[in-house]
C-alpha cells in the first residue's frame, strides 16, 4: 500500500507562491494516476489537479489554469503542485491522492494523505 505525505503548505501574502510536495512510500506510484485536491473550512472537498502515470497529461481546475502546476517524479516517488499568484480563496487544506484512473472526482482516488495547510493572508 501507497503512503503519501505531503509538505510545504504554509502562510502566504496574496500573490505569493507555495510549491507543495507529496512523498510517497510503501511501493513505487508510476502505476498511480496522482491529484491534488483541497477543501477549505464548511466546503467539499474539490479537485485542484492531476497528473497521469508518465506525466505527459494534466489537467486542471478552471481556477488552477495558468497559476498552478503539477508534475511529477517517478523516480523519486514524488509529486509536486507549485502555486503561483495566489489569493486568499485559495485558503485551504491541500491534499494529494493517489488513484488508478484519470480524472477529478474525489471518488477515483483510493490514497490519501493527511493534508497540509495553505494560507493566503496579508
Known amino acids: 500500500q501507497v503512503q503519501l505525505v505531503e509538505s510545504g503548505g504554509g502562510l502566504v501574502p496574496p500573490g505569493g507562491s507555495l510549491n507543495l510536495s507529496c512523498a510517497a512510500s510503501?511501493?513505487?506510484?508510476?502505476?498511480?494516476?496522482m491529484g491534488w485536491f483541497r477543501q477549505a473550512p464548511g466546503k467539499e472537498r474539490e479537485f485542484v489537479a492531476a497528473?497521469?502515470?508518465?506525466?505527459?497529461?494534466?489537467n486542471y481546475a478552471d481556477f488552477a489554469k495558468g497559476r498552478f502546476t503539477i508534475s511529477r517524479d517517478n523516480n523519486n516517488d514524488a509529486c509536486y503542485l507549485q502555486m503561483n499568484n495566489l489569493n486568499p480563496e485559495d485558503t485551504a487544506v491541500y491534499y494529494c491522492?493517489?488513484?488508478?484512473?484519470?480524472?477529478?472526482?474525489?471518488?477515483?482516488?483510493?490514497?490519501w494523505g493527511q493534508g497540509t495547510q495553505v494560507t493566503v493572508s496579508s
Open positions: 491522492a493517489a488513484g488508478p484512473h484519470f480524472g477529478s472526482k474525489v471518488d477515483l482516488y483510493e490514497i
Open positions: 510503501g511501493r513505487p506510484i508510476s502505476n498511480y494516476v
Open positions: 497528473i497521469f502515470w508518465i506525466g505527459s497529461s494534466t
